[in-house]
Every structure is written in structure tokens, then in C-alpha cells.
Nanobody, 125 residues
């Protein structure tokens, strides 16, 4: 049974930092593309970042230079380090495990794969 579980969300002031974790079972995070997505109330889901099996990373423009995606294969865990947080980063954040090894050109619009239940990030001004 495949399961991905996010954690690490919370309430933080603007300019602060949070690190999200995504722990997987039933699959290996190191042999496939993994992604972080977010959805704010009233907005469509947005692709935040993707990491391929080779370690190549991709970010949406609004988080470049502030967020870092990484993984620790031994812990079978994906991370999203979020620095210099802004109120517009407030959203539910989701982890996704894709069937492909590489992040596709359309990774930010992906809906397939295994998804977690999300962790809430709230950034106050």
C-alpha cells in the first residue's frame, strides 16, 4: 500500500522559515520524480517544485531563490525548505509521487501519481 504523508506546516510570520517533510511508504522517493504543490482557497492548485530521480530540480518562478526541494533516500523522505516566507505563500501544501523518473514538462499541472492529504502553511503579515 502506497502512502505519502506531509508534515511540518504551521503558522509563521512573514520573513520566517518552515521545512515541510513528506514521508513515503510503499515506494522509493529516490527512483522517481517527486513534487510539491499548493492550493490557496479560491485558487487552482499550483506546482511549487519538482525533483527528478537524478536530482534535477525545478521551481515555479514565485519561489525561486526562497524554496529548496531535497530528499534523503535513506529516510525515504522529501523536503521543502521554505525561507523568506510571504503572506502569499499561505496555502495547503501537498506532496506528490509521480510514476515517471523525471519531472515532465507539464509537472506543475500534474494530477496523476500518489498524493498526500496536505499540510497547512499560514504566513502572517
Amino acid at each position: 500500500q502506497v502512502q505519502v504523508v506531509e508534515s511540518g506546516g504551521g503558522l509563521v510570520q512573514a520573513g520566517g522559515s518552515l521545512r515541510l517533510s513528506c514521508t513515503a511508504s510503499g515506494l522509493n522517493v529516490g527512483d522517481r520524480a517527486m513534487g510539491w504543490f499548493r492550493q490557496a482557497p479560491g485558487n487552482e492548485r499550483e506546482g511549487v517544485s519538482c525533483i527528478s530521480w537524478s536530482g534535477t530540480t525545478y521551481y515555479t518562478d514565485s519561489v525561486k531563490g526562497r524554496f529548496t526541494i531535497s530528499r534523503v533516500n535513506a529516510k525515504n523522505t522529501l523536503y521543502l525548505q521554505m525561507n523568506s516566507l510571504k503572506p502569499e505563500d499561505t496555502a495547503m501544501y501537498y506532496c506528490a509521487a509521480f510514476a515517471s523518473a523525471a519531472c515532465s514538462e507539464s509537472w506543475s499541472r500534474a494530477s496523476s501519481g500518489y498524493w498526500g492529504q496536505g499540510t497547512q502553511v499560514t504566513v502572517s503579515s
